[in-house]
């Protein structure tokens, strides 16, 4: 069965980068939000990407860009989301058959459960999570820490409500990981490096 | 500055052997019961008495009554206790002078935070709870499952009682730690080996 990590993440955590720092590290496949909804979006795009998977490259660069730090709530409509949820779900699943991956988000720990995944959740002090903002991007330029704040936790609600609407379990909450990472002032190269040797000694 | 790694944990978790194992490793002293029979030596109380308070309760009931219907016995309660944390934080702070060392419970995280410690937190399932518990204490043998919790439960409300009261914190909260890691089915030998790692790796 191929080896699967799932990262749960605050906004500005550094979640994301931790997660491609560690597949690029393990030679795992990568896939986040973006890269899920753009797979849903273009069944092309998704030939592509698992061709490029299936030729055992699974981390060379891939054209979708990067680094919307405030991706937008999602409407609850339920009929339509739910849509999403369920094609998003084979995607994931799919994505596992595939090859080994580190998965970002999209309640891929609770999609995925049934296949034993190391599951971690990444979180950080509200001041290091608006300082992580801000330099991400740059449109948080001249946001206030107190409206930047603001954003965050309308965005920390909505996967909590999300995550509680799919999986019934409380987002963040530690019984649901194997490892719950605080990456307050930590430098996420550094911190990957560390799960990865976790991760190693765990697989031995 | 000498470096310090502090350890809270669920009862049965594991969290004491990790604690010793990664003291071991790293060469670090090691600290728990020695603390309490630091204080025993300090005061008349009995050493049992000092654990009793520390472990499970600090407004434990303590047996001299006060002969005054207006006062509420609490109070002197409160003193008792409290005397003993300050002595506690006193000793956990000089020990913190003397050496790097892994010092487990007793709010040493809260009582050491000025000092940067590598705060860790362990967790599990109420099942691996409660089978480390059983292989732990042959006392346990003859209890049920469903009371064997009972007691663990009864520790965890204890531990989170008097941690909120000398810290105004939550117990457990993944906030207040660095890593928090779930111990379920784990082997705390190769838990130990891979948060050294980690911890080596962040000391860099």
């Known amino acids: 069965m191929n080896k699967i990590i799932t990262i749960g993440r605050e906004l500005g955590s550094g979640g ?23 797979i849903a979006e273009k069944t092309d795009l998704a030939e592509s990407y698992v061709k490029q998977i299936v ?9 979708i860009t990067i680094g919307h730090s405030f991706y937008p709530p999602m409407n609850f409509n339920m009929d339509q989301t739910t849509n999403i949820y369920v094609q998003q779900s084979n995607i994931i699943t799919e994505m ?22 190391f599951r971690i959740f990444v979180y ?19 946001v206030s820490d107190r409206q930047l704040w603001r954003n965050i936790r309308r965005v920390d609600k909505h996967r909590a409500k999300y995550y509680l609407f799919y999986t019934g379990r409380k987002w963040g909450d530690k019984m649901n990981y194997d490892l719950c990472i605080n990456t307050t002032n930590a430098n996420i190269k550094t911190v990957a490096e560390a799960v990865v040797k976790l991760i190693e000694i765990e697989q031995r």
């Not at 030729?55 to 054209?63: L, Q, Y």
């Open 55 to 63: 030729e055992k490259n699974p981390v060379a660069n891939f054209p």
């Open 96 to 117: 596992a058959d595939k090859s080994d991956c580190v998965i970002v988000g999209r309640c891929a720990d609770f999609i995925l459960r049934e296949r034993n995944p």
């Open 16 to 38: 994301r980068e931790l997660g491609k720092r560690i597949a690029e590290k393990l030679g795992y496949a990568y896939y986040d939000n973006e890269i899920i909804s753009g």
């Open 124 to 142: 950080a002090s509200p001041k290091s999570r608006i300082e992580r903002c801000r330099q991400k991007a740059s449109e948080n330029e001249d």
